[in-house]
């Protein structure tokens, strides 16, 4: 057994609001912060032209809604120089909390792109959780304009959100019976672009006679280290972790098993 792991009124309302939200300037404190729905897909502000950050608007504040657990944010910042100096661009928790924060250094027509990416966690991202992106200037002046991706991230499968960080909030995987397997994707953060740092997946195996094993293999994508543990109940029965980036990493369990009994496992990857 393997696991690896015409337009519509609706439509039409949604860009009018989107369309709302692009002509109106930034706000210039948390209270008065431009609310910017997110949703699956891209979304430039302001849509046409550029923002001002200079000496008469020194701080920009957006209010960011929407973002929840298996999406992953991507913010682009367009920055242009029109007098030399710098800039700092802040993305908040919605209780202030320091999220990810970046420099941005401009000189007289200089044109610079500045990225931010915030996977959240199921945890992170209750619903009604909000971000603020905050943007202040200490010196200089630029122009500048903000794309917002908005990407899916889901684990196991397209519906199923982000896989929790506890055993309460695991994603139930489907049976698996004796010589068979099931492969799916899964998404972690990396440390410097969100905190969905660990997911739990239920397992429901029944094997086909005694001493057969349940062997699990692992994979991470290219700049990724990753943990696997496999429990029953609140026993680690293995654990093991990639030696380097990328490395796959592989569980075997092999018992004696009651053929055609289903026994219950979970799975937590970090």
């Known amino acids: 057994m393997r696991i690896e792991p015409k337009l519509s009124l609706a439509?039409?309302?949604?860009?009018?609001?989107?369309?709302?939200?692009?002509?109106?300037?930034?706000?210039?404190?948390?209270?008065?912060?431009?609310?910017?729905?997110?949703?699956?897909?891209?979304?430039?502000?302001?849509?046409?032209g550029y923002y001002q950050l200079n000496e008469t608007r020194s701080e920009a504040y957006f209010?960011?809604?929407?973002?929840?657990?298996?999406?992953?944010?991507?913010?682009?910042?367009?920055?242009?120089?029109?007098?030399?100096?710098?800039?700092?661009?802040?993305?908040?928790?919605?209780?202030?909390?320091?999220?990810?924060?970046?420099?941005?250094?401009?000189?007289?027509?200089t044109k610079s792109t500045i990225e931010l990416a915030y996977q959240p966690s199921m945890e992170s991202a209750e619903p009604g959780?909000?971000?603020?992106?905050?943007?202040?200037?200490?010196?200089?002046?630029?122009?500048?304009r903000i794309t917002f991706t908005v990407d899916l991230v889901e684990d196991y499968a397209p519906g199923e959100g982000d896989a929790g960080a506890d055993p309460e909030?695991?994603?139930?995987?489907?049976?698996?019976?004796?010589?068979?397997?099931?492969?799916?994707?899964?998404?972690?953060?990396?440390?410097d672009e969100g905190d969905d740092f660990a997911d739990y997946y239920k397992l429901r195996v029944s094997f086909g006679a005694s001493g057969e094993s349940l062997?699990?293999?692992?994979?991470?994508?290219?700049?990724?280290?990753?943990?696997?543990?496999?429990?029953?109940?609140?026993?680690?029965?293995?654990?093991n972790a990639s030696k380097g980036h990328g490395e796959p990493i592989e569980l075997t369990l092999t018992g004696e098993w009651e053929s055609g009994k289903e026994y219950g496992f979970l799975l937590r990857i970090d």
Do not use: C, W
């Open 11 to 48: 439509a039409l309302l949604l860009l009018s609001l989107l369309a709302a939200a692009s002509a109106q300037p930034p706000g210039t404190s948390f209270e008065t912060a431009l609310q910017v729905d997110l949703i699956p897909g891209k979304l430039t502000l302001p849509e046409e």
């Open 63 to 109: 209010e960011l809604r929407g973002l929840e657990g298996g999406m992953k944010l991507t913010m682009e910042l367009e920055a242009l120089g029109a007098e030399q100096g710098r800039s700092i661009i802040t993305l908040y928790s919605g209780e202030g909390a320091l999220i990810r924060r970046e420099k941005v250094v401009y000189g007289e027509g």
């Open 129 to 144: 959780a909000r971000q603020y992106l905050v943007l202040k200037r200490y010196s200089g002046a630029m122009r500048y």
């Open 169 to 191: 909030t695991a994603i139930s995987l489907p049976p698996i019976a004796g010589n068979s397997s099931i492969s799916f994707t899964g998404h972690l953060a990396s440390r």
């Open 215 to 239: 062997k699990i293999r692992v994979k991470p994508s290219g700049g990724l280290q990753v943990a696997a543990s496999l429990y029953k109940e609140a026993y680690m029965l293995k654990h």
